[in-house]
């Protein structure tokens, strides 16, 4: 068993695909954890930016929700409409680029891009947030555990969409029940109470307000909340990888998760109210994350409590996991339509897109590190990817409509329109509020993004005009290949690339470059013993020996100087530059050889004659050939 | 002008090369950073652990430097012979490998290595010190700076040798002249003031005596000051890179460095005893260090305090140059002897073995790294390789000697094997005192290393032996080649590569992989008109066209499997697969093509059937071929 295969999974067979689809069991887990998860950092958000006002910024906290869980609704209508118009998925970007152009669709794909590395990052920050609310020592800790947990995820991923699921079905499922257990014993306390509970443990003290609520203040406060709503559009996105029938099993899915998160919502805005827990200054000693404060209020810091930390802990973290899910699906549709490298549109091991989890993983990481792992320094970034992703498609969705007329389209139109509307106006708000605190980096990164595109689809279409033909092929302008062999020794693997020669070509010259006094004496020596002989017996044209001094050791500079020099020669011939490497079983022997056969190849092209090509013949060590 | 020009300078003609010889005046710099920086951190080393017995400690810094001068005179003489003896250099390598077996010389190289590594590692962390003891508020930066400056003189290395000389001209000869002036004149003014000169500016005050003086502290003490030895070995190692006479220049060289060194120790242990400066507690605020508070305390913090200051950050962190200067060259020596990867043995751009250096800045970094950039904590894992060096070194020319009985023989036999004898007991004595704080490190990877070497020798030998022939080639037995050429449509590369194929066979299988409904269906219908009608009006055998279903949309395995099938099928012939590739101007184009080839390629081969060859035909992008 390799290393790979350990840490990634055997390789899947291809008749294993099927069996990677999924229900809505373990779909709301695969697309369901971004979105659900948000409410562990999104109503977080909104109380840091009311810490300033003191007590009183508590009584906003339920107009904010309210006015985050209306636009969810809106939101969620609109997708609805559109996992049915498009079973095919492909979310955001799918539908801007069909009803609003190839530009719209570009711009939906770099804001979503974006919005999951954002969700990698938020996500496993948060998490990390959760457990050292539970273990205050770990607090200096954040990042390196940021980092580790990035590499698991990573890791996993790798290894397959289905395991992948599988391993978030058991946390996904306790941490809605627990926050809905915490979340139902706080309401029933406070309702038995009238409204005014006694914290089991205390939360912290709410700090002296330093400031007065200003418009400004309560609508940073719900830009910040609207993180709350990222993560919607994944079920759209993933339709194609749900069981049939996809369209309604996506819709159920989608129900399904968006219930569980406006209840969770209002619950949580409801009992900080009630039991006044605000959030605690990030990043700073003393730290301690809103829902820790609020289980413990509600149920006391005992085994419940560390079960539902727990399990916020997991889930946030993996959260992460439905950005690995869609983001490489992402960049494969983007691929498919030349706008990624077409690499990213292969399949790697285990069925999924190697490329993409790595990429993922990287940027996230490169963010994490930047901002040290503190959640409350990447939500400013956060949201307006998503807002902009959602506008896009929801404008899509009533060119849709208007191209298709029928029975009710009216009526999507106008759901459609205002979603499109009331997301576009979301997205100018977090803009303007956040844009000083980091806002500003994504409005530069999303067109960089899309002039990148661009660019790699021109490129590609150059290439294909210029690849391209109509034409049939003429194959009497084509001679005979000249055949340059350059060799270090005679020796077995030597003789295997020489007998392969002969049979490409006549003319062949073998190239010894000889660095020290004696290197090639045998070759020369005993050349017509070795090969003349040989040749002449079979009635084949006799190879040359060119012997070739190299006063500064340089071996494949010579070669190379050859192979252009007979080019350049021979115009209308092609050359063959046959290039003998040993090819070991085991991996770790990989840096033994071969080195040199590869940076000559890469300099035979990058210096580049057009009639010269590269035929490597591989000797297989232990394998005696 | 490309990106790797402007970072590492244009590669250099081969004609260029003898001008990278150097004479004594560069050489000194060159070779002696190491050693003279020594004088930055050795004394400061002893004198730390020297903390503890308070004011009574800096009693015992002068029998201690008293030590440390006579083992260095011993091993200067040691290493004149040496030099004499062998003009080629190599050191203490080629030294204890030629007189003393492939073991002994396998154990020098693996001891010198770790020993660069960490010359690299002490020398830019002893130099920040020396800048975070000028400008203390960089204190915490401590980590960064040293991975900065490690970035810096890995580039400036990659650029070449000469101009790293030319680099480090200036700073060296000004950190001796700074230091000669500033140990000058605080000797003159304590012989004036008959030993109890008044400090310019205080020394910090010593701490209060927590233990007594034991041998073990002492002990201790000495084997830490060693390290001001290091580096010694340097222009033995060099020989080959000075200007004719070789061996004289750098006799002259050593001595130099050996003069300036005795001068700098002697005098820095005799000022530090009598302005009373003692270390200061590593890596905690307040540090300052030895020579800071020296040259403070005998001219003040005015002007020249901070161009001394300057002259020794730059020289202490240059200093790690010189194992970037020898580093390599050892690589190559021992890839030459097949105990690391050949491609170590080969030249990169500029004339200096690139991948060496490398290897030698990632190991550095990996260290400063885990050690936090702290000098004090790299020292206990310091000192023993370069002393098992100098033992076995000098233990082999004792024994050369023996064969080569002659005019002086007995007497040199006599000066190298004292010199083996003193050496061999310090690297007890730093084994023994260092053992639990750090020198277990370096004694369980000195023999991990020499195991390395054997396992990557035996591979070669093996591998040689299985490629060894002494028979004449056999013509007859080789046949022609059957093709298989993968197309993805039909266009000018893959006429360019179909043309090619047919020079090299008549038996030639285009695949075409199906993975959407439309693909290939122009290359189906039109087969005839594009391919076979001209093969036929060429009078030569018709390619025959197969196109293969792919539903799970994998491009690359159905290849693989037909030319696997096929050289099943053919166990007498070879197989090539002609791969054809665009060949990008520009290399930010590179990730947009031939990652499919490169991976074809590789699955060929770890597929692996002998008789399957690739050949990559490239159409240049831009050139139209």
Chains 1, 2 share one sequence.
Not at 438 to 454: D, E, H, R, S
């Amino acid at each position: 068993m390799s290393l790979s295969d350990l840490l990634l999974g055997k390789p899947l067979k291809s008749s294993d695909e099927r069996a990677e689809c999924i229900g809505p069991v373990t779909g709301v887990p695969i697309f369901g954890l971004d979105a659900l998860s948000s409410a562990g950092y999104g109503p977080e958000a909104a109380l840091t930016l009311l810490i300033s006002l003191g007590a009183a910024g508590l009584h906003f906290i339920l107009p904010i929700t309210a006015a985050i869980i209306v636009l969810l609704t809106i939101v969620y209508f609109s997708y609805r409409q559109t996992i049915a118009a498009y079973p095919g998925g492909g979310g955001s970007y799918t539908v801007a680029r069909e009803n609003l152009g190839v530009t719209a669709g570009q711009l939906a794909a770099a804001a979503l891009m974006i919005d999951y590395v954002l969700t990698v990052a938020v996500g496993i920050s948060a998490g990390v947030g959760a457990l050292v609310s539970a273990f205050p020592i770990l607090l200096r800790h954040t990042l390196e555990l940021c980092l580790a947990i990035l590499l698991l995820i990573a890791l996993i991923n790798l290894r397959g969409v289905r395991e992948a699921g599988k391993v978030f079905v058991v946390p996904t499922y306790l941490f809605v029940a627990s926050l809905g257990f915490a979340i139902s014993l706080g309401v029933a306390r406070a309702l038995l109470s009238k409204g005014h509970p006694a914290p089991v443990v205390a939360p912290h003290p709410l700090a002296q307000a330093t400031g007065i609520a200003s418009a400004w203040i309560l609508l940073q406060a719900f830009a910040s909340g609207c993180t709350a709503m990222t993560g919607v559009e994944a079920v759209s996105n993933g339709v194609r990888a749900f069981r049939e029938p996809g369209a309604k099993n996506a819709r159920l899915t989608l129900t399904i998760i968006i219930g569980i998160l406006i209840i969770l919502l209002a619950g949580i805005a409801y009992l900080s109210n009630a039991y006044h827990i605000g959030a605690t200054p990030p990043g700073q000693a003393g730290y301690e994350s809103v829902l820790s404060q609020m289980i413990a209020a509600v149920a006391g810091k005992g085994i419940f409590y560390f079960i539902a930390m727990a399990s916020i802990l997991a889930v946030l973290c993996l959260s992460a996991n439905t950005a690995f899910a869609d983001f490489p699906r992402l960049c494969q549709i983007i691929a498919n339509d030349k706008g990624l490298p077409s690499s990213l549109a292969s399949r790697g091991r285990r069925l999924v897109f190697s490329q993409g989890i790595i990429v993922l993983a990287v940027l996230s990481g490169v963010l994490l590190i930047i901002f040290g792992g503190i959640t409350d320094r990447l939500i400013p970034l956060y949201a307006v990817g998503a807002f902009l992703a959602f506008t896009l498609s929801q404008a899509g969705m009533v060119m849709h409509w208007r191209r298709h007329p029928g029975k009710g389209s009216t009526h999507s139109m106008f759901v459609n329109g205002l979603g499109a509307i009331a997301t576009l106006i979301t997205v100018c708000v977090v803009l303007i509020a956040k844009f000083v605190e980091g806002a500003w980096i994504t409005f530069l990164l999303i067109p960089a993004l899309v002039l990148m595109m661009k660019a790699i689809h021109r490129q590609y279409a150059r290439v294909g005009r210029e690849l391209a033909s109509n034409d049939p092929i003429n194959f009497t302008a084509t001679k005979p290949p000249i055949v340059i062999l350059p060799v270090a020794s005679w020796g077995k693997s030597t003789k295997k690339a020489l007998a392969i020669a002969s049979e490409l070509s006549n003319e062949i010259t073998v190239i010894h470059i000889q660095v020290g006094e004696h290197s090639g004496k045998d070759l020369e020596e005993r050349w017509n013993e070795f090969v003349v002989a040989p040749a002449q017996a079979a009635g084949i044209s006799v190879p040359e020996l060119e012997i070739r001094q190299s006063p500064y050791r340089r071996i494949l500079t010579p070669i190379v100087e050859i192979a252009l020099r007979t080019a350049k020669r021979h115009p209308d011939r092609i050359i063959a530059v046959v290039i003998p490497e040993l090819v070991e079983k085991r991996w770790y022997n990989y840096f033994l050889h071969n080195q040199r056969a590869s940076v000559l190849k890469a300099m035979l092209y990058f210096l580049g004659s057009r009639n010269i090509i590269v035929v490597n013949v591989p000797w297989y060590v232990e394998a005696g050939g």
